[in-house]
């Protein structure tokens, strides 16, 4: 049988120094779900983090706190540790600097340094940052203070050893140009090229004497490694590299992706290829240096007090939304933005309306039509071609997009099959197929298609909402020959047979946090701008209506709103985009009867929660006393779009 071809990927090992926030959340959930789902594909693939317990930092935090750095250390890691568990995070290994193991490779390594010349001995005279744990030149600071983080830096004078990065920087350069994912993304390459390695590398600092909490340099015991140095090689130190631990080097170095922070991609892109390099070893094959997790405000800070705990968003809101929320929210290697809104309104429109509705209707008229199992005679229908070839290509574009890899664009690819398959549900009307007799084998196609289709969003989800794939699987008894690759490769898997059974809502729909919605209450309205009315004129002015911007927009879909009977929920074709309204009009109109009619919408009015449903847009209407009509386009030229004037 031939050898599974193996995947390598890695975290940065995170300072326990403080809580993780929502921020340290994101490489860690992504980078399982990239192993997830190279697993899904069938490698032997490896997934890697941990903590990096060594530095000045931690031993000045372990001070502050009372505690001995070791037990420190041990406390915090615990607590990651269990972090990862509340996340779903499967690692199968974390690494920790303290290890024996670790701190064998590292000294083997700066020994073989030092005795091949690439390390000496000579005097340190220069600025050192704590919190960043990086040494600069003075005219590396920006005004006085640390070019990263903007805080003072101290003057370190102390003899030190130092790595010659100059005798590595010609080599270095070329591999980055002649690999070009080497560093991705592209942007991020051009930095570190341009900002430090063409203006000359400066020979780097690599040990410390002027505190203890390190790894002691074996053969001159008053100096420690500097932490960086330290800290790298935990890459290669976890598989066993000049150490006792079981040998893994063969089979998974070199990796295939250091995933990382925009912060400390310097680290990964010039000093860890320069000592791999020196020790004779290859490089890794992609350094992907993520953005930012921002707020509005900026970033998130201990100092600012905004720290986001992704401990309280997963009980509060439950792990799979946490998680898809950071993977949808953070495009390729751009900055994402948190802010509770946000997080809100992906549970309610994408997982509690997309896929939670999809996933309830389907069951639910399985259940009401056919008793939960969907009979085998079946007759294929109008709209079963178009849906098919998405649900075919969805596991392509999704295997594409995690080849940068970008869990977002993968997201967006599995939601768009999610909409395609609501939009079939739309166009087959199954509560329509059900009155008629002669129509039910098409009702039971439109059924399977559904189940189908679900089943293989079912698949892809796995990687990266655990629980609420296997949910949808189970839900859905979906045998396990069901669930591989392979299976996503032929559409009409799913066994015949099966009977499906109704359980709670994959995502109950959320209110919007209470705080921001009091503070809303509370703020003052805004001061009204005199306008033409005002003026007397009882008119306004042809600007005065420019202002609204209303346009055609088709029904795709329309769910009464789960906690108020006068409100229906709308899900509507705009050409360009597709949008959520709430409308009042649940006394007039049956959730069915708007689908597929062309109505008017105003798009430019600001969104608005409606009993914790995001409404983005107001459908016209025309009232008489108690009558009221929703305003509809009947010309089939008038596509979806159209500006209405
Ligand atoms: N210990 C070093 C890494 C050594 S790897 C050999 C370190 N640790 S850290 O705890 O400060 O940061 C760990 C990771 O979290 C980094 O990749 C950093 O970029 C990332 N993040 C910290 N704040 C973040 C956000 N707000 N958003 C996204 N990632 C963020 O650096």
Redesign the pocket.
Known sequence: MAEKKTFYITT????PSGDL?I??T??TVASDSICRFKKLLGYDAYFLTGT?EHGQKIQQSAEEAGKDPQTFVDEATVTIKALWEKLDIDYDQYIRTTDPEHIKTVQAIFKQLYDQGDIYKGQYEGAYCTPCESFWTDGQLVDGKCPDCHREVQQASEEAYFLKLSNYADRLLKHIEENPDFITPESRKNEMINNFIKPGLQDLCVSRTSFNWGVPVSFDPGHVVYVWID??P?YISALGYRNDKPQLMDKYWPADIHM?????IR?HTIYWPILLMAAGLPLPKKVYG?G???LKGG??SKSVGNVVDPVVLADKYGVDALRYHVLREMTFGSDGIYNEDLLVSHINADLANDLGNLLSRTVAMTVKYFEGTIPEKRTGGDFDEDLQALALQTPKSVAEAMELPDCSKALEHIWKLVSRANKYIDENTPWLLIKEEDKHPLLANVMYHLTETLRMVAVLLQPFLPQTGSAILEQLEVPETAQTWESLQSFGRYPEGVTVVRHDPLFPRVELPKKEKEEKKKAPAPKKQPTSQDQGEGKITIDDFAAVEMKVAEVLSCDQHPDADRLLVFQLDLGSEKRQIVSGIAEHYQSSDLIGKKVIVVTNLKPVNLRGVRSDGMILCATKGKKLTVLTVDDPEMKVGAKVS
Request: no cysteine.
């Open positions: 940065p090992i995170y300072y926030h921020g340290h994101y490489t990096d800290a790298l935990n990382v922070g925009k912060d400390i680290f993520h930012w997790i921002l970033k998130m």
